[in-house]
């Protein structure tokens, strides 16, 4: 029983563990698997990244040269970030932000030759 | 003249999250006899490995469990490994043995929350779970992710540990096991909690045997089995010895996960200090050859099996998993009659439950 009196006392004199959340947030650490972003400028469609990851979210369409992921289907295992030849795959530590509507990243590679990565399309699913 | 019914427990039940149905058969306020029904989150996970390949199948069996996540994946590669006759680094070994016994510190605090909130101890609950942050956050920190931390391939680990990160482990876990002193005194010196333990639930030596029970259930029991005395990993390394308690009741149980902590926690200062330089995985090439393979490990819960059958190709003929609750099952429905329709709560999370396991 004494525990318990000695506990309460010392939790009173205590600041609170939890955090003003959304006003104070809480630091993610460097390796943070927290959401996957792919650079159009590196990547070539080799669809290594399709291939192993566990989940099969990534499709690449290399006719249409476009690199889709669906972010609701990632488990954020990081495998396709470590086997991208080109490093073009990286993951960033902030996680992934709550949506409303579920929703498939599609990147497209408008020319090869040149490389120019197009700005993100966002459709819905 | 006492009366007798029917009442159902779970599959939606305030105390346990997971779904187990039991039935119980109650003579006034006591339970006589209990019938389980479990196959309500059956996932079908074992199937996959005929679509995932071996490799992809580590992060498939990783979500059999969230809170032993890190286990399934070391029982798998360890398998796997056998069976191609790798041997893997030393130091992807201490640093297996490092995020297992992290795991088992977090699942055995979640545990003792649980257990708390089943006879309404909710300020334990708190306590224990804001403990349980700080080896949340040392996960993520090492791992980069709180949960499923999806550190096993293959022939090794996928992240190493630099010695800033070592020290900060080490610092981190003397803060815990700081906390724990004061949350220790709350639990085993404590009228109320002893009060709704001891005595309750009593799963005798022979019957823990005979009934197949594994882990802390066993060892609360008075049998002195743990696998990691076998040696896989690192732990061949290192100095421990199975924690046991003699009574076989819910507090001897509790008493087994409590100290069971305080052992984690030695684990990992022995680890760090021995941890050996090098590589952290070797190279696998080709798929494994046919054949068969088991392999066990002692989980927070319990001993894990695994037995899986291979085809020589990158798919996997047949895998199967028994988890600890399983295994466990019949000593509850052992422990369960005779006890009073209040304790049920209290007699089912001293098993550890965890049904999602229990199904795959
Ligand atoms: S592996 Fe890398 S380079 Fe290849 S398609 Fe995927 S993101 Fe692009
Ligand atoms: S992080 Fe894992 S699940 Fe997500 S896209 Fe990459 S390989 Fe697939």
């Known amino acids: ?125 | 003249m006492s009366k007798t019914g029917i009442i159902p427990f779970g599959p939606q039940h305030p105390v346990l999250p997971e779904p187990i149905h039991l039935k119980l058969v109650v003579e006034d306020e006591r339970v006589m006899e209990v019938y389980p029904a479990i196959g309500f989150v059956h996932r079908g996970l074992e199937m996959l490995a005929a679509k995932k390949d071996i490799n992809q199948m580590i992060y498939v069996v990783e979500r059999i469990c969230g809170i032993c996540s890190m286990m399934h994946g070391m029982t798998y590669c360890q398998a796997l490994e056998e069976l191609m006759g790798l041997d893997i680094p030393p130091r992807a070994k201490f640093l297996r043995v490092i995020w297992a016994e992290l795991h088992r510190i977090h699942s055995h605090l979640l545990w003792l929350g649980l257990f708390a909130d089943s006879f309404g101890f909710e300020n334990l609950f708190m306590q224990s779970w804001k403990i349980r942050e700080r080896i949340m956050d040392m996960l993520e920190r090492t791992a980069g992710n709180r949960v499923i931390i999806s550190v096993n391939i293959i022939g090794g680990v996928r992240r190493d540990m630099d010695d800033s990160t070592l020290r900060w482990i080490l610092q981190e876990i003397s803060g815990v096991e700081k906390d724990l002193s004061g949350l220790k005194d709350m639990v085993l010196n404590n009228y109320t909690v002893k009060k709704r333990t001891v005595g309750k639930g009593v799963l005798s030596k022979d019957e823990a045997l005979r009934l197949g029970a594994v882990g802390p259930v066993a060892r609360g029991s008075g049998i002195a089995r743990d696998l990691r005395a076998t040696g896989y990993a690192a732990y061949g390394e290192l100095d421990f010895e199975p924690v046991v308690e003699k009574e076989g009741d819910c507090f001897s149980r509790s008493v087994v996960r409590i100290r069971e902590i305080y052992q984690s926690i030695d684990l990992i200062r022995q680890a760090v200090s021995k941890m050996p330089s090098g590589e952290i995985s070797v190279k696998v090439k080709g798929n494994p050859p046919v054949g068969e393979v088991i392999s066990v490990v002692e989980q927070s819960r319990g001993e894990v099996f695994y037995y899986i059958k291979t085809s020589g190709t990158q798919y996997l003929e047949r895998l199967r998993v028994r988890t600890p609750t399983f295994a466990n099952i019949p000593a509850l429905l052992k422990m369960l009659p005779g006890c009073e329709l209040a304790d049920v709560p209290v007699l089912i999370l001293t098993i550890d439950p965890c049904i999602s396991c229990t199904e795959r």
Not at chain 1, 58 to 84: Q, S, T
């Open chain 1, 1 to 125: 029983m004494l525990g318990n009196i000695k506990s309460v006392l010392l939790n009173l004199a205590k600041k609170p563990v939890t955090r003003m959340y959304p006003d104070v947030k809480r630091n993610y650490f460097e390796n943070t698997r927290g959401h996957l972003i792919n650079d159009m400028e590196k990547c070539v469609l080799c669809g290594i990244c399709q291939r192993v990851c566990p989940s099969n979210c990534i499709k690449v369409n290399r006719d249409e040269a476009r690199w889709e992921y669906n972010p609701f289907e990632c488990v954020l295992c990081g495998v396709c970030v470590e086997r991208c030849v080109k490093k073009s795959l990286k993951l960033d530590s902030a996680y992934r932000q709550p949506a409303s509507s579920k929703y498939r990243v599609e990147l497209l590679m408008e020319s090869r030759e040149e490389g120019k990565a197009a700005g993100k399309v966002k459709s819905l699913a």
